[in-house]
């Protein structure tokens, strides 16, 4: 069983600043690409920002420059640290992870799995 964690989210105002924490924990072999993606009502799940293990990284137009991904492979974490936020930055964030779990002596099976959402708001 693997379950990733969110935390971080809240509410601030145009200009500010979070940091949006996720922890994968469970059966895991290994951990590839981790990432963040956001989504407002009625609208798709969109890629904000991703990560591979190495470290590679890979960003949303509209976030370049503000947002920085980075993850702590020993403790399977991934971070999103958020700046300069505006209203538009308003949404519910999801964690994503590739993980590797094994399921047998000589067998592995690889899945997305997914964080249970933590809201971010920015308002005056």
């Known amino acids: 069983q693997v379950q990733l964690v969110e935390s971080g989210g809240g509410l601030v105002q145009p200009g500010g600043s979070l940091r949006l924490s996720c922890a994968a924990s469970?059966?895991?072999?290994?951990?590839?690409?981790m990432g963040w993606y956001r989504q407002a009502p009625g609208k798709q799940r969109e890629l904000v920002a991703a990560?591979?293990?190495?470290?590679?990284?890979d960003y949303a137009d509209s976030v370049k420059g503000r947002f920085t991904i980075s993850r702590d492979n020993a403790k399977n974490t991934v971070y999103l640290q958020m700046n300069s936020l505006n209203p538009e930055d308003t949404d519910v964030y999801y964690c994503?992870?590739?993980?590797?779990?094994?399921?047998?002596?000589?067998?592995?099976?690889?899945?997305?799995?997914w964080g249970q959402g933590t809201q971010v708001t920015v308002s005056s």
């Open positions: 994503n992870a590739v993980i590797n779990t094994r399921t047998g002596k000589w067998s592995m099976t690889e899945k997305d799995y």
């Open positions: 990560i591979t293990r190495g470290g590679s990284t």
């Open positions: 469970g059966s895991i072999f290994s951990i590839n690409a």
